[in-house]
């Protein structure tokens, strides 16, 4: 009878909600460096070579190093701002370890492990945040577009590139990096509408290191971030983002999809952000420390070292040569900081638009003509 039905489903409604289980994060190695099965993800990683291994655990020492060396220049006047990365370096690392050539990256402010990987020369990291360009590199030169500071904007960026991929006829991918306090905006959920609806070969790579600046991610999401794809009609995984191997796999997972007509897949990373926001940022004013050191426990490096020193892999020889390889990386890091020119006042105008444009031409002449008239009033 519907009485009945209605006695069992209008008693206590909030303990249907309450009895669901969160999704246990994927994870191959545990905080201790323990291999674990998971045999959905096992294959996704089987085939890396000793070799392949030992050149993630260089990236995950040298990006650390670097990001290190850029915090310590903006402390010294140097740089302006810098956003670290410290604590995400396995996400970054595992997800784009796991990307091809052709396949294009459209990443937030903080994904410089990523652009690390992707070939971005060290000293192009640093010219936006020493003022002296407007951007850093060229994308095309590396398959990743500068970063966007927009926050999520990246992500419609990504979803259009995808779809022009679709249409292309080609295999390519398009990752869109962001963090959990970019999925509140509207651009994340509209490249997702579009993602959805066109199954656009695009990945929705989120960075879940618990915070939005100083806004904890409970705040703003009551139940896990990835659980919100679904509801776009994307398939989501949950990772944990301080396991290189499992950010691999998933990421492979994702991208399989992607190239065979799948369409668009959300990841979930889960991390911590052991640093601030960005070197402005104060995170002593809201972070609880037994959080931090909590997660101190869990750091991505020291996890992927204990396992390779588990299968007798980190020689003394292996160890000397990443502790060079980082110590080189920070030492040009800050050469090349220290030694990048002041632009050319005029160069403002170069890049603005691909072809010539009148309005553009106007303003050059406009501000030649004040910078002459600054340099006669100076003599």
Known sequence: MRTGLTEKTSAKPSTIIDQQVEPQPIQLLTPEGVR?????????????????LLRIYEDLVVVRRFDNEATALQRQGQLGLWPPLLGQEAAQIGSARALRH????????????????????????????????????????????????????????ATGYAMGCQRDGVDSVAVAYFGDGATSQGDVNEAMIFAASFKAPVIFFCQNNQWAISEPVGVQAV??????????????????????????????????????????????????????????DDPSRYEDLAEREEWAAKDPILRFELYLDGLGLLTDEVRASVKLASDDAAKRFRAACIGLPDPEPMSVFDHVYAEPHSNLERQKREFAAYLSYIEGGTR
Do not use: C, K
Not at 36 to 52: F, I, K, M, N
Not at 124 to 135: I, Q
């Open 223 to 280: 139940r896990p971030i990835a659980d919100r794809a679904p509801g776009f009609g994307i398939p989501s995984l949950r990772v944990d983002g301080n396991d290189v191997l499992a950010v691999m796999a998933a990421t492979r997972v994702a991208l399989e999809r992607a190239r065979t007509g799948g369409g668009a897949t959300f990841i979930e990373a889960i991390t911590y952000r052991m640093g601030p926001h960005t070197t402005s």
């Open 102 to 157: 052709d396949d294009f990256v459209f990443s937030s402010y903080r994904e410089n492990a990523v652009a690390y990987v992707r070939g971005v020369p060290l000293e192009d990291m640093t010219r936006v945040w020493r003022g002296t360009a407007n951007s850093g590199w060229d994308p095309f030169s590396v398959n990743m577009a500068t970063p966007a500071v927009i926050i999520g904007a990246q992500t419609l960026h």
């Open 36 to 52: 674990v099965e998971a045999p959905e993800y096992d294959s996704w990683v089987e085939d890396l070579s000793t070799e392949e």
